[in-house]
Protein backbone atom coordinates (compact mmCIF):
# COMPACT_ATOMS: atom_id res chain seq x y z
CA UNK A 1 0.00 0.00 0.00
CA UNK A 2 1.38 3.67 -0.79
CA UNK A 3 2.06 6.04 1.54
CA UNK A 4 -1.46 8.06 0.66
CA UNK A 5 -4.42 6.51 2.76
CA UNK A 6 -1.45 4.08 5.09
CA UNK A 7 0.39 6.77 6.83
CA UNK A 8 -0.64 10.18 5.67
CA UNK A 9 -3.71 12.68 3.63
CA UNK A 10 -2.66 16.21 2.29
CA UNK A 11 -4.13 19.23 1.55
CA UNK A 12 -1.94 20.73 -1.02
CA UNK A 13 -3.45 24.60 -0.38
CA UNK A 14 -4.10 24.64 3.17
CA UNK A 15 -3.47 28.01 3.84
CA UNK A 16 -6.61 29.43 6.11
CA UNK A 17 -8.70 26.20 4.91
CA UNK A 18 -10.31 24.10 8.02
CA UNK A 19 -8.56 20.33 8.10
CA UNK A 20 -10.28 17.30 9.79
CA UNK A 21 -8.12 15.72 12.67
CA UNK A 22 -10.34 13.18 13.11
CA UNK A 23 -8.83 10.48 11.72
CA UNK A 24 -5.26 11.36 12.40
CA UNK A 25 -2.46 12.04 15.82
CA UNK A 26 -1.23 15.06 13.57
CA UNK A 27 -0.79 17.82 11.15
CA UNK A 28 2.10 19.10 9.53
CA UNK A 29 1.95 22.39 7.93
CA UNK A 30 4.32 23.06 5.46
CA UNK A 31 4.87 26.84 5.26
CA UNK A 32 6.77 28.82 2.55
CA UNK A 33 7.09 32.76 2.17
CA UNK A 34 8.22 35.42 4.09
CA UNK A 35 4.57 35.68 6.19
CA UNK A 36 3.68 35.23 9.56
CA UNK A 37 1.63 31.59 10.28
CA UNK A 38 -0.96 31.41 12.42
CA UNK A 39 -2.64 28.03 13.74
CA UNK A 40 -6.50 28.62 15.06
CA UNK A 41 -8.64 25.32 16.34
CA UNK A 42 -12.36 24.77 16.54
CA UNK A 43 -15.27 21.87 17.48
CA UNK A 44 -16.85 22.16 13.98
CA UNK A 45 -15.68 22.75 10.36
CA UNK A 46 -17.76 25.89 10.13
CA UNK A 47 -17.54 26.87 13.73
CA UNK A 48 -15.76 29.89 15.49
CA UNK A 49 -11.85 29.76 15.25
CA UNK A 50 -8.85 30.53 18.39
CA UNK A 51 -5.96 30.17 19.45
CA UNK A 52 -5.29 26.39 21.00
CA UNK A 53 -2.79 28.41 23.16
CA UNK A 54 0.94 28.65 22.83
CA UNK A 55 1.70 25.22 21.80
CA UNK A 56 4.40 26.42 19.36
CA UNK A 57 7.58 25.82 20.85
CA UNK A 58 9.33 24.06 18.08
CA UNK A 59 9.82 24.48 14.17
CA UNK A 60 11.63 22.93 11.37
CA UNK A 61 13.37 25.07 8.99
CA UNK A 62 15.12 24.81 5.63
CA UNK A 63 16.72 27.25 4.29
CA UNK A 64 15.15 26.44 0.51
CA UNK A 65 12.39 25.64 -1.08
CA UNK A 66 13.77 23.34 -3.99
CA UNK A 67 15.28 20.27 -1.28
CA UNK A 68 18.59 21.34 -2.23
CA UNK A 69 19.42 22.46 1.76
CA UNK A 70 19.01 19.83 5.17
CA UNK A 71 16.42 20.93 7.25
CA UNK A 72 17.30 22.39 10.90
CA UNK A 73 15.38 22.11 14.32
CA UNK A 74 14.93 25.33 16.09
CA UNK A 75 13.03 26.56 19.34
CA UNK A 76 11.26 29.60 19.72
CA UNK A 77 8.97 31.28 22.70
CA UNK A 78 5.71 29.66 23.29
CA UNK A 79 3.37 30.63 20.74
CA UNK A 80 0.17 29.97 18.35
CA UNK A 81 1.97 31.63 15.29
CA UNK A 82 5.45 31.16 13.23
CA UNK A 83 7.44 33.95 11.35
CA UNK A 84 9.36 33.16 8.55
CA UNK A 85 11.14 35.17 6.00
CA UNK A 86 12.63 32.69 3.67
CA UNK A 87 12.60 29.40 2.91
CA UNK A 88 10.31 26.09 4.41
CA UNK A 89 9.05 25.93 7.64
CA UNK A 90 7.09 22.90 9.31
CA UNK A 91 4.65 23.41 12.22
CA UNK A 92 3.95 19.94 13.62
CA UNK A 93 0.68 20.66 15.27
CA UNK A 94 -0.24 17.34 17.40
CA UNK A 95 -3.85 16.54 17.98
CA UNK A 96 -3.15 15.93 21.87
CA UNK A 97 -1.55 19.35 22.26
CA UNK A 98 -5.62 20.81 20.61
CA UNK A 99 -7.74 21.80 24.14
CA UNK A 100 -10.46 19.00 24.44
CA UNK A 101 -13.31 18.92 21.27
CA UNK A 102 -11.09 21.18 19.11
CA UNK A 103 -10.85 18.33 15.99
CA UNK A 104 -10.62 20.99 13.50
CA UNK A 105 -7.36 23.31 12.90
CA UNK A 106 -6.39 26.07 10.36
CA UNK A 107 -2.77 27.66 9.62
CA UNK A 108 -3.42 31.13 8.66
CA UNK A 109 -1.02 33.72 6.40
CA UNK A 110 -0.74 37.26 7.34
CA UNK A 111 -0.15 38.13 3.58
CA UNK A 112 0.67 35.99 0.85
CA UNK A 113 2.71 32.83 2.09
CA UNK A 114 1.80 29.14 0.83
CA UNK A 115 0.39 26.67 3.55
CA UNK A 116 0.14 22.49 2.77
CA UNK A 117 -1.60 20.29 5.04
CA UNK A 118 0.08 16.78 5.50
CA UNK A 119 -2.64 14.94 8.46
CA UNK A 120 -0.26 11.67 9.25
CA UNK A 121 -0.26 9.03 11.46
CA UNK A 122 -3.91 7.93 10.36
CA UNK A 123 -6.13 5.94 12.85
CA UNK A 124 -7.88 4.23 9.59
CA UNK A 125 -5.64 2.70 6.71
CA UNK A 126 -7.48 3.45 3.71
CA UNK A 127 -6.85 3.57 -0.25
CA UNK A 128 -6.45 6.50 -1.81
CA UNK A 129 -9.66 6.69 -3.30
CA UNK A 130 -11.72 5.35 -0.37
CA UNK A 131 -10.08 8.83 2.32
CA UNK A 132 -12.33 11.26 3.64
CA UNK A 133 -12.49 15.00 2.76
CA UNK A 134 -10.51 16.47 5.32
CA UNK A 135 -11.97 19.74 4.64
CA UNK A 136 -15.45 19.07 5.17
Not at 19 to 31: D, E, L, N, P, R
Not at 68 to 80: F, K
Not at 97 to 109: E, I, M, T, W
Amino acid sequence: MEGLGRSFNVVPIAAGVAISMKGCTGVTFICTGNDTFTITCSDSFAGSYATPGNILTRKVTCSATNGTAAWAETTQAASNAVVISSGTTAIHVPANALPDDKVYVKCSVGASGLVQAITHDLVSQRKPANLPALSA
